[in-house]
T-cell receptor, first 115, second 114 residues
């Protein structure tokens, strides 16, 4: 089966610009996650969707970050305006459900550099 | 809330030697525990997981881990390192089915010497 797809793979922008990332989860996976992985740290959950509804966005900086999952399939994560500290790899993951025992499958990530 | 501590940010082993990566966790309820591997410029791949049952868990690529409740540990081992094991390894914990969210450790980078 096809894995989680993400684009672009790399993005370089200047601070105060905006950027958007796209994720296509594994077919049939109801749950979609966005993580931020800063260099030298483990991934940190930003937002979780169950179908097209937000389940948890408690760690999403809502003043600059937004995310949507239209029709419960693809998702986009947007940053506007970007700050230097947003430089990180943004990982998308999906799972069949949000039960803790189900494996999360990760995409290759988008590496964002803010200059 | 759960948290994970991985002891040692870098581990260097000789090819054929034992690989041991340490992970300690804190959780208020019986946890689910995971080890993920990340190769350069790739996403995370699940190596193994513990949910319930047998405390010694076998995963892919010859790795295994043992859940020790008394020590709140979930250390990862592989008897004989291969050059292809060079990667970054992350331990993660969730509060079982009470809370789906994964909390990751900071990661351990493994290098394998020929």
């Amino acid at each position: 089966e096809a894995g989680v797809a993400q684009s672009p793979r790399y993005k370089i922008i200047e601070k105060r610009q905006s950027v958007a990332f796209w994720c296509n989860p594994i077919s049939g996976h109801a749950t979609l996650y966005w993580y931020q992985q800063i260099l030298g740290q483990g991934p940190k959950l930003l937002i979780q969707f169950q179908n097209n509804g937000v389940v948890d966005d408690s760690q999403l900086p809502k003043d600059r970050f937004s995310a949507e999952r239209l029709k419960g399939v693809d998702s986009t994560l947007k940053i506007q305006p970007a700050k230097l500290e947003d430089s990180a790899v943004y990982l998308c993951a999906s799972s069949l459900t949000d039960r803790g025992s189900y494996e999360q499958y990760f995409g290759p990530g988008t590496r964002l550099t803010v200059t | 809330a759960q948290s994970v501590t991985q002891l040692g940010s870098h581990v260097s082993v000789s090819e054929g030697a034992l690989v041991l990566l340490r992970c300690n966790y804190s959780s208020s309820v019986p946890p689910y525990l995971f080890w993920y591997v990340q190769y350069p410029n790739q996403g995370l791949q699940l190596l193994l997981k513990y949910t319930t049952g047998a405390t010694l868990v076998k995963g892919i690529n010859g790795f295994e881990a043992e859940f020790k409740k008394s020590e709140t540990s979930f250390h990862l081992t592989k008897p004989s390192a291969h050059m292809s094991d060079a990667a970054e390894y992350f331990c993660a914990v969730s509060d079982g089915d009470n809370d789906y969210k994964l909390s990751f450790g900071a990661g351990t980078t493994v290098t394998v010497r020929a």
